[in-house]
């Protein structure tokens, strides 16, 4: 009587202790199959694998050798709501305003459940070899990359180095090269 007791109380454990969501498990299983390239790297949070940073490093292209940060918040409902994602510099990009906030469909109204992390991860990473300046969400750097793209390439290169432009401090962004 007192084995079945105790493993009744055992099983009564096990139920309280909480199961991983579905949610965390798909993330696990979505970060443990990542295929990055040489110049993208994902850095999980110590304490809570729904967060981390995806740091780019673009080689070629109007962004070439600057050093990108992107800070991401999986919901609790993921793959059912979209992952929160924000710049965490301030760049002058058409599909990047000075708050961080990305303008790309698929983090908006093109998200479906069938997407994820490595699509947003190449979704981030052609902002930057392709802007779209037809979608923008920093209308002036959309209007230059239309009108000017030579000046707006120079304008880039300047504000990559970390700049003052009227109110907005753009982060130094370049990678120190050793």
């Given amino acids: 009587m007192h084995k079945i007791w105790k493993q009744k109380k055992t ?3 096990l139920q309280k202790t909480p199961r991983e969501s579905p949610a965390r498990l798909r993330l696990q299983k979505e970060l443990g199959e990542l295929v990055l390239t040489p110049d993208t790297e994902v850095t999980p949070s110590a304490d809570n694998i729904m967060e981390f940073v995806m740091t780019y490093r673009p080689t070629e292209g109007y ?3 600057g050093e990108f940060k992107f800070q991401f918040e999986i919901d609790k409902e993921y793959p059912h ?3 929160k994602v924000r710049c965490m510099q ?3 990009h058409p599909n990047i305003d000075t708050d961080g906030k990305i303008c790309l469909n698929i ?3 093109d998200w479906r459940p069938v997407l994820n992390i490595q699509a947003v991860i ?3 990473q052609s902002l930057f070899q392709i802007p779209n300046a037809d979608d923008p969400l920093n209308k002036d750097a959309a209007r ?3 009108n000017d793209p030579a000046e707006f390439a120079r304008t880039v290169r300047l504000l990559m180095r970390g700049r003052t432009v009227g ?3 753009y982060d130094d962004v370049l990678v120190k090269k050793v």
Avoid: C, H, Q, W
Wanted: aromatic share 12%; glycine share 4%; charged share 35%.
């Fill in 144 to 146: 230059l990359m239309n």
């Fill in 107 to 109: 983090l908006r109204e």
């Fill in 63 to 65: 962004y070439k050798d």
């Fill in 81 to 83: 709501e979209v992952p």
């Fill in 122 to 124: 190449f979704g981030l």
């Fill in 90 to 92: 301030t760049i002058f």
């Fill in 167 to 169: 109110s907005i401090r």
């Fill in 11 to 13: 099983e009564a454990e």
